[in-house]
T-cell receptor, first 113, second 110 residues
């Protein structure tokens, strides 16, 4: 079974630029999550999708972050404009409706200069 | 006060040692408790999962949950150099919004 795929793996941008990350969850996983992991900290949930609907985006900085999952499969997370404090690893995770385990992708490492 | 507290380490032990990793938490409503292992530049992978209180064993790994003390532990027996990684505790009210600790970096030297 293929795991959660993410791209790009690394991205360097300057502050105020925009950036987008892509995630393809494990096939058949209806629930998809985006987490932000700042260096030296644990992952923090940004947004949760159930199929193509948002379940929880309470910790998403909506003035600059947006995410979509149009067809209920892959998802994109966008930051516009980026700030220095957005430097982090952005992790995507997925699970089935009934399964309790979240499976994580390798993450996209973002550096904002 | 953070919802989940975890000593960041680093923790350095010789091969074969028993390792004890711990987290404390403040929200007594948490029901699901997990331990994830994260190798450098990789995503977290689930090691152990416990619902409510009690112990769970899987090979060299044992997870304990003490809800009365709001304290969870992960024990690694016969530690190996391949166990060198960051160990993250996570907990939640349901199975969705995981609240992670900061992670403890473990180094097992031969």
């Amino acid at each position: 079974e293929a795991g959660v795929a993410q791209s790009p793996r690394y991205k360097i941008i300057e502050k105020r630029q925009s950036v987008a990350f892509w995630c393809n969850p494990i096939s058949g996983h209806a629930t998809l999550y985006w987490y932000q992991q700042i260096l030296g900290q644990g992952p923090k949930l940004l947004i949760q999708f159930q199929n193509n609907g948002v379940v929880d985006d309470s910790q998403l900085p909506k003035d600059r972050f947006s995410a979509e999952r149009l067809k209920g499969v892959d998802s994109t997370l966008k930051i516009q404009p980026a700030k220095l404090e957005d430097s982090a690893v952005y992790l995507c995770a997925s699970r089935t409706r009934v399964q309790e385990t979240q499976y994580f992708g390798p993450g996209t490492r973002l550096l904002v200069l | 006060q953070k919802e989940v507290e975890q000593d960041p380490g680093p923790l350095s032990v010789p091969e074969g040692a028993i390792v004890s990793l711990n987290c404390t938490y403040s929200n007594s409503a948490f029901q699901y408790f997990m331990w994830y292992r994260q190798y450098s530049r990789k995503g977290p992978e689930l090691l152990m999962y416990t619902y409510s209180s009690g112990n769970k064993e899987d090979g060299r790994f044992t997870a304990q949950v003490d809800k009365s003390s709001k304290y969870i532990s992960l024990f690694i027996r016969d530690s190996q150099p391949s166990d060198s990684a960051t160990y993250l505790c996570a907990m939640s009210l349901n199975t969705d919004k995981l609240i992670f600790g900061t992670g403890t970096r473990l180094q097992v030297f031969p």
